[in-house]
Every structure is written in C-alpha cells, then in structure tokens.
C-alpha cells in the first residue's frame, strides 16, 4: 500500500510541473511594444545584435536612437551607419572615464 501511494505522490509531482509548463506554453502571447515615435536606447549599439536592434528601431519608426558603447570611434561610424540607413536622429554615449 505505501508503494502505491508512493507512485501517485511521484505522478502527482511530476505531472503539476508538466502541465504549467504547457498551460503557459499554450497560453503564451509575444508583447508587442509600438516603437514608433519612441526614444530608444541602445546598450553596447556600435557592433552585433545591439547595432541590429538600432538599426531596426531606426526603421520601424523611432524618433531618436540612442547607443552607448565603450569605443567613441566605432559608435561614431555607428551612428553615421544608422542615419545614412534610416535618416533617424542617433545620440551616442560613451564613458569618459576609462573603464578597466
């Protein structure tokens, strides 16, 4: 008899993750936040996935784009890049101390 209630403790503990887990899997919608006329900033925007991302929001509306990186020369081609790409105002920040 303790064997049996045993199992059904096991089952019962593994089928309640299991099926939260695919109640929210079922339940799950994509947040989509407007960008349009927004200010957007940008954390480490001169290279990669986060100059992609400023390069998006510049085209999908934004009313200014701001990057910040630890590199003044490559935020500055950044930032030409972006506003020869989309004609988006682009704001750039960068550390003035040096960041060791």
Excluded: T
């Amino acid at each position: 008899m303790a064997d049996s209630q045993l199992a059904y403790l096991y089952f019962f503990l593994l089928l309640l993750p299991l099926s939260l887990i695919a109640l929210l899997f079922l339940l799950a919608r994509p947040v989509k936040i407007p960008i349009k006329n927004r200010h957007v900033f940008v954390i480490g925007g001169s290279s990669g996935i986060s100059l992609a991302l400023a390069h998006r929001a510049a085209s999908k509306g934004a009313s200014c784009v701001s990057i910040l990186a630890r590199s003044a020369d490559k935020l500055e081609e950044a930032k030409r890049a972006i506003q020869l790409a989309s004609g988006v105002d682009v704001e750039v920040w960068y550390p003035i101390l040096p960041l060791s």
